[in-house]
Each structure stands twice: as structure tokens, then as C-alpha cells.
């Protein structure tokens, strides 16, 4: 019989995980940090821009509390050490995650016990015990520099948008997902676990080393899943300590049970009882793992245009997983290692409540309803076949004025990520020129396809009504995509006298110009000049106020005026 304190655990691992993998980079993290989303450019090949290059300097005619760089403020916004806090945030929910997991959760109270009587005493079983844990937090951090050292850091960065790898994770995480939900188990070879199990009885230090690394291998089934997406995050975020830093959080979870208990064995007695409420948390995060993997699919889809994995085939997979998740917390549905489940306790019924609850919310989406909680996570509403949103009107627009360019440049490619009543241009020339002929400052909009906080600055901010009319009509929005992979012509691939290094693409020559003119690669960064590319106020990156990005651009639009004589 399940005890009231599994149950309650399972809500509280629920409740972590959810805010782990579904709504961390978009709602929690990102309201409580205000970070910018990065996308990295240390795989890429750049080359300068030749033509037209902005003088990055703030106007001091028209700024008089100017900075004396726009790069000045864009190193701050980066946020490194609070990226690398994430990944260790994420490592310990992870396992704590893992500690619950059947092949670790039993093991708690029988590896206490083994130390205590193997010492002798009290005290020397808790000095195994400590050695013990810090022998798992030296395994699995080894793991995480191996990670580092076998890739480089270049490497590390590059998973963000490669495609290849972005694949090779959604496939990973879909054979996670198939074996926490019992298709199958991962395991290590069962030699590497018998001769470690052989090594762990010699004794001393090294005994007790031996044993953390049998803990390690055998539990491979249950924390290998755990211990791949986090690897997979932490990779994909290009910082060269993260893979480290999350193995560190998540063999801190895992060890620090031993120790606690071992110094207070009395309190091994209130822990419940192993039992089928263990494999139900494998399978809800099963069920997350699967979620989870979609981001990655997504993120191929919009990069190398596909476009066949619009947003209401995300919302509907998700949907269907929400619903058979639900269905399996109420006793509707079991898989084949479950145990029978006699009635639903009043946790598991407030746990089904929840995702039930969440599937609601999200059926609105497939008819074009923003979602802002995970606008992060799916993709554009441009992809969007059918919108209801479209028959209501946003407010009124200026009449667009015409200009000399007859054809937008490179507009075919960025179809998926237009805005309703905007009028986007995609080429920084041909926006300085419109600029000139409309008599408007120029919004510049370094974004990217696998932005999650792109997508939430559009959703929660640009759809504002006052947001809305001042980007329609006061602005030359000029958006500049830094992870397009569409290579450019011969002719236009140079050396970077920035970088060194040759750029072969369009959102290289993007991520180009945002790092030697900004010094800054982050995105979104939006940032207001005049027509001849003068920087007209300080630029910022993903804040989700609305007051403030108003007051940003009324404040850019002021200095233009001001500039050009306007009244």
C-alpha cells in the first residue's frame, strides 16, 4: 500500500520536474533573472561586413546620458555565472529526481546499514559514508569534464542549432522516454558491474570508491535517462564548465541521502516503504522525457526550414501526451511492469487535476491562442495553418508608405516568423534605406529560429497593443536571424577581422555584426540607430516588462526626432 508520504513525494518530484523541462527557460527562470536567451557563435565562421558598418557609439547630441559604447552594455547581459547556477540548479533536481528511482531508492537504507555494521562503530561509519558520497560526486563530475574534454568547448557550443546533434538528441531522448515508461531497460555490461562489485571488497579507500562506482553502473537504467538530458542542457547552453557543473548538482542529490543518513540512521525508519509508486515516477518522466525531445525536433524544423512541424503539431503531440499522462495517474491506463493500483489517493488525484488542468490550457493554442506560459518552447505563431487570432484587430496602423525596393531581401526564408500587422525587413542596407525614405529609426532585432526567449519577448511583449502600434508604425523593424544556415553567395564570404574566421552563411554575417559592434551574442538584443547606423540609445535584451520596452522605444524614437528636427 502506498504510503501518504510516497504520494506526496511524487508530487513534489512532479512539481520540480515540470518546472525543470517545461516551463524553466520561459516562465520561472526567465521572469526571476531577466536573461537573454543566447545562441552561440563559437562554431561558426565569420566575416565582416564591408558595407555600411554603424558607428557603435550613442549619439551624444541626442543622448546626453549616452554610454560610450553599445557594447558596453551588452557584455553584462550575457549573465554567464547565472547560466552555469542553472545548469547546477537543474543537476540537483535531477537527482533528487534519480533518488526516488527504483534501482537507487531501495539501496538507500541497505547501503547505510552496510556501513555502519561493516565499522564497527558509529563514527567510523560515518566516515565511510562520507567518503562514499564524495566518491560519487568525484564519478559522475570525472563524467562531466570527460564530456568537456572529449568534445571541447567549441564543440559544446555548437549543439545549440547543429542539426545533426539537435536530431541525435531528440532520437536519444526518445529512447529515454520508450525505457522510463518500460519498453526496455539501459544497462551497462554486466561485466563492468561484477568486476567493480569484485574491487569494492578489497577494503580501505579504494573499496569504498569501488562501491560508489557499482552503485553507478548498476543504476544505470534508472539514471542514465536523467543523467543524458541534463548532459544533453548543459551541453547545448556552450558553456565549457556546464556539463561539470551539472554532474556536480546531480551527484550532490544522489550522495548527500548516504551521508544525512548515516549520521541519523533512526531517521531511515520514516522513509516509505519501496514499492509501485516507485516505477510511477519513471513513468512521468517518461512522459516528460518524450515532451521534452519536441523542443529538439522543432529546433531542426525552423533552422533548415522544413516547415512541416508547425505549431499545432507541436501543441497536438503534446496534448496526447498530456491526456494519456493524466489517464495513467487516474488508473486508466497501465503499463507492463505496473503494479495494480486498487484506488487513486488524493495526491495522485490533485497530480492528475494538474495535468489535466495543463492539457485544457493548452487546447486554445491549436486555434492560435498565445500560450505565454511556454511561448518559449513552441514554435513561431507564424507557423500556425489556422488562426482565429486573425480576425480580430490588433488596433489601427499607419497606411505603409511606399519605397523605392521593389523586393525584400532574403523575406522567402523567414515566412515561419512574421509578425501580424509588422512589416519586416531582413537585410541591414536595405533598412538603413527605407529608413532614410520614411523618416524612421531603425529596430534592430537580432534574434534567431532556436531563441525560446525571442519567442516569449514576441508573444508577451511586441503583442501588447501600445508595443504593437509603436513597432507598426514608428519603426523600421529590421530582424536579423544569427542562426539562418542559408550560405551566401562566393562573393560574399570574407575573414572576420573580428574573429579571424570565415563566415558562410547569412546568420553568421548576423552574429558577426552583433559580436564586433555590440560585443555581445546574445539574443533577442535589440538595438535603435538613425539612418546612417549611429546608435541613438542604449540597447538592451530580453526584459518582459511592457512599461519598459515602451519606454525604450518612445526614448529611441525621442532621439531621432531630436536628431533629425522632427516635431
Same mark, same amino acid.
Given at each position: 500500500?502506498?504510503?501518504?508520504?510516497?504520494?506526496?513525494?511524487?508530487?513534489?518530484?512532479?512539481?520540480?520536474?515540470?518546472?525543470?523541462?517545461?516551463?524553466?527557460?520561459?516562465?520561472?527562470?526567465?521572469?526571476?533573472?531577466?536573461?537573454?536567451?543566447?545562441?552561440?557563435?563559437?562554431?561558426?565562421?565569420?566575416?565582416?561586413?564591408?558595407?555600411?558598418?554603424?558607428?557603435?557609439?550613442?549619439?551624444?547630441?541626442?543622448?546626453?546620458?549616452?554610454?560610450?559604447?553599445?557594447?558596453?552594455?551588452?557584455?553584462?547581459?550575457?549573465?554567464?555565472?547565472?547560466?552555469?547556477?542553472?545548469?547546477?540548479?537543474?543537476?540537483?533536481?535531477?537527482?533528487?529526481?534519480?533518488?526516488?528511482?527504483?534501482?537507487?531508492?531501495?539501496?538507500?537504507?541497505?547501503?547505510?546499514?552496510?556501513?555502519?555494521?561493516?565499522?564497527?562503530?558509529?563514527?567510523?561509519?560515518?566516515?565511510?559514508?562520507?567518503?562514499?558520497?564524495?566518491?560519487?560526486?568525484?564519478?559522475?563530475?570525472?563524467?562531466?569534464?570527460?564530456?568537456?574534454?572529449?568534445?571541447?568547448?567549441?564543440?559544446?557550443?555548437?549543439?545549440?542549432?547543429?542539426?545533426?546533434?539537435?536530431?541525435?538528441?531528440?532520437?536519444?531522448?526518445?529512447?529515454?522516454?520508450?525505457?522510463?515508461?518500460?519498453?526496455?531497460?539501459?544497462?551497462?555490461?554486466?561485466?563492468?558491474?561484477?568486476?567493480?562489485?569484485?574491487?569494492?571488497?578489497?577494503?580501505?579507500?579504494?573499496?569504498?570508491?569501488?562501491?560508489?562506482?557499482?552503485?553507478?553502473?548498476?543504476?544505470?537504467?534508472?539514471?542514465?535517462?536523467?543523467?543524458?538530458?541534463?548532459?544533453?542542457?548543459?551541453?547545448?547552453?556552450?558553456?565549457?564548465?556546464?556539463?561539470?557543473?551539472?554532474?556536480?548538482?546531480?551527484?550532490?542529490?544522489?550522495?548527500?541521502?548516504?551521508?544525512?543518513?548515516?549520521?541519523?540512521?533512526?531517521?531511515?525508519?520514516?522513509?516509505?516503504?519501496?514499492?509501485?509508486?516507485?516505477?510511477?515516477?519513471?513513468?512521468?518522466?517518461?512522459?516528460?522525457?518524450?515532451?521534452?525531445?519536441?523542443?529538439?525536433?522543432?529546433?531542426?524544423?525552423?533552422?533548415?526550414?522544413?516547415?512541416?512541424?508547425?505549431?499545432?503539431?507541436?501543441?497536438?503531440?503534446?496534448?496526447?501526451?498530456?491526456?494519456?499522462?493524466?489517464?495513467?495517474?487516474?488508473?486508466?491506463?497501465?503499463?507492463?511492469?505496473?503494479?495494480?493500483?486498487?484506488?487513486?489517493?488524493?495526491?495522485?488525484?490533485?497530480?492528475?487535476?494538474?495535468?489535466?488542468?495543463?492539457?485544457?490550457?493548452?487546447?486554445?493554442?491549436?486555434?492560435?491562442?498565445?500560450?505565454?506560459?511556454?511561448?518559449?518552447?513552441?514554435?513561431?505563431?507564424?507557423?500556425? *495553418? !489556422?488562426? $482565429?487570432?486573425? +480576425?480580430? %484587430?490588433?488596433?489601427?496602423? #499607419?497606411?505603409?508608405? /511606399?519605397?523605392?525596393?521593389?523586393? &525584400?531581401?532574403?523575406?522567402?526564408?523567414?515566412?515561419?516568423?512574421?509578425?501580424?500587422?509588422?512589416?519586416?525587413?531582413?537585410?541591414?542596407?536595405?533598412?538603413?534605406?527605407?529608413?532614410?525614405?520614411?523618416?524612421?529609426?531603425?529596430?534592430?532585432?537580432?534574434?534567431?529560429?532556436?531563441?525560446?526567449?525571442?519567442?516569449?519577448?514576441?508573444?508577451?511583449?511586441?503583442?501588447?497593443?501600445?508595443?504593437?502600434?509603436?513597432?507598426?508604425? *514608428? !519603426?523600421? $523593424?529590421?530582424? +536579423?536571424? %544569427?542562426?539562418?544556415?542559408? #550560405?551566401?553567395?562566393? /562573393?560574399?564570404?570574407?575573414?572576420? &577581422?573580428?574573429?579571424?574566421?570565415?563566415?558562410?552563411?547569412?546568420?553568421?554575417?548576423?552574429?558577426?555584426?552583433?559580436?564586433?559592434?555590440?560585443?555581445?551574442?546574445?539574443?533577442?538584443?535589440?538595438?535603435?540607430?538613425?539612418?546612417?547606423?549611429?546608435?541613438?540609445?542604449?540597447?538592451?535584451?530580453?526584459?518582459?516588462?511592457?512599461?519598459?520596452?515602451?519606454?525604450?522605444?518612445?526614448?529611441?524614437?525621442?532621439?531621432?526626432?531630436?536628431?533629425?528636427?522632427?516635431?
Amino acid at each position: 500500500m502506498t504510503s501518504r508520504y510516497s504520494r506526496t513525494a511524487i508530487v513534489i518530484l512532479f512539481s520540480l520536474f515540470v518546472g525543470l523541462t517545461l516551463f524553466k527557460p520561459v516562465q520561472a527562470l526567465a521572469n526571476t533573472v531577466k536573461q537573454a536567451d543566447t545562441i552561440s557563435t563559437a562554431d561558426i565562421e565569420f566575416t565582416d561586413i564591408t558595407p555600411a558598418k554603424p558607428d557603435t557609439t550613442v549619439n551624444k547630441a541626442t543622448a546626453p546620458t549616452a554610454i560610450k559604447a553599445a557594447g558596453a552594455v551588452g557584455v553584462k547581459e550575457t549573465e554567464k555565472p547565472k547560466t552555469l547556477w542553472q545548469i547546477f540548479v537543474a543537476g540537483l533536481l535531477g537527482g533528487f529526481a534519480a533518488l526516488v528511482m527504483p534501482c537507487i531508492y531501495p539501496l538507500l537504507p541497505l547501503t547505510v546499514s552496510f556501513f555502519t555494521k561493516k565499522a564497527g562503530s558509529r563514527s567510523k561509519g560515518i566516515m565511510h559514508s562520507i567518503i562514499y558520497g564524495v566518491s560519487i560526486i568525484v564519478i559522475y563530475v570525472s563524467l562531466g569534464l570527460l564530456i568537456t574534454l572529449f568534445f571541447g568547448s567549441d564543440a559544446l557550443n555548437s549543439l545549440a542549432t547543429n542539426g545533426i546533434f539537435n536530431i541525435f538528441f531528440f532520437l536519444m531522448l526518445i529512447v529515454f522516454g520508450a525505457s522510463f515508461l518500460g519498453a526496455f531497460e539501459l544497462t551497462l555490461p554486466s561485466s563492468l558491474a561484477n568486476k567493480l562489485d569484485e574491487n569494492s571488497d578489497k577494503g580501505g579507500l579504494a573499496g569504498l570508491f569501488f562501491m560508489a562506482a557499482t552503485l553507478v553502473v548498476v543504476s544505470f537504467s534508472c539514471t542514465g535517462p536523467i543523467i543524458g538530458t541534463l548532459l544533453v542542457e548543459a551541453a547545448s547552453k556552450g558553456e565549457r564548465l556546464a556539463p561539470a557543473l551539472g554532474m556536480l548538482g546531480f551527484s550532490m542529490a544522489l550522495a548527500v541521502p548516504f551521508t544525512l543518513f548515516a549520521l541519523f540512521p533512526s531517521a531511515l525508519k520514516s522513509l516509505p516503504k519501496s514499492g509501485g509508486w516507485l516505477n510511477s515516477v519513471k513513468v512521468v518522466l517518461g512522459f516528460l522525457e518524450l515532451g521534452f525531445a519536441l523542443k529538439f525536433l522543432s529546433n531542426v524544423d525552423l533552422a533548415y526550414h522544413w516547415n512541416w512541424f508547425d505549431r499545432e503539431i507541436f501543441l497536438s503531440i503534446w496534448i496526447a501526451l498530456g491526456f494519456l499522462l493524466g489517464l495513467y495517474l487516474i488508473g486508466k491506463i497501465k503499463f507492463s511492469h505496473d503494479s495494480d493500483l486498487p484506488y487513486v489517493s488524493v495526491p495522485r488525484t490533485f497530480l492528475a487535476i494538474i495535468v489535466f488542468a495543463f492539457v485544457m490550457y493548452m487546447i486554445p493554442g491549436l486555434w492560435g491562442a498565445p500560450l505565454k506560459s511556454i511561448s518559449g518552447f513552441l514554435p513561431p505563431p507564424a507557423t500556425q *495553418d !489556422f488562426d $482565429l487570432t486573425n +480576425l480580430m %484587430v490588433s488596433g489601427p496602423a #499607419e497606411k505603409a508608405q /511606399a519605397t523605392s525596393i521593389k523586393e &525584400k531581401k532574403y523575406e522567402s526564408l523567414f515566412t515561419r516568423g512574421k509578425h501580424k500587422g509588422l512589416d519586416e525587413w531582413y537585410d541591414y542596407e536595405q533598412a538603413l534605406q527605407v529608413s532614410k525614405e520614411l523618416n524612421k529609426p531603425v529596430l534592430i532585432d537580432f534574434t534567431g529560429w532556436n531563441c525560446p526567449n525571442c519567442r516569449k519577448m514576441e508573444v508577451d511583449v511586441w503583442a501588447d497593443p501600445e508595443v504593437h502600434k509603436r513597432l507598426a508604425n *514608428d !519603426f523600421v $523593424l529590421l530582424e +536579423l536571424y %544569427v542562426d539562418e544556415k542559408m #550560405e551566401l553567395p562566393a /562573393a560574399e564570404q570574407y575573414i572576420s &577581422k573580428f574573429s579571424g574566421k570565415k563566415v558562410k552563411t547569412l546568420g553568421n554575417k548576423w552574429s558577426d555584426y552583433e559580436a564586433s559592434k555590440f560585443n555581445v551574442n546574445s539574443q533577442p538584443y535589440y538595438v535603435i540607430v538613425n539612418t546612417k547606423g549611429d546608435v541613438l540609445v542604449p540597447p538592451q535584451g530580453a526584459k518582459y516588462d511592457v512599461n519598459n520596452y515602451i519606454e525604450f522605444l518612445d526614448s529611441g524614437k525621442a532621439a531621432y526626432e531630436k536628431n533629425n528636427g522632427r516635431n
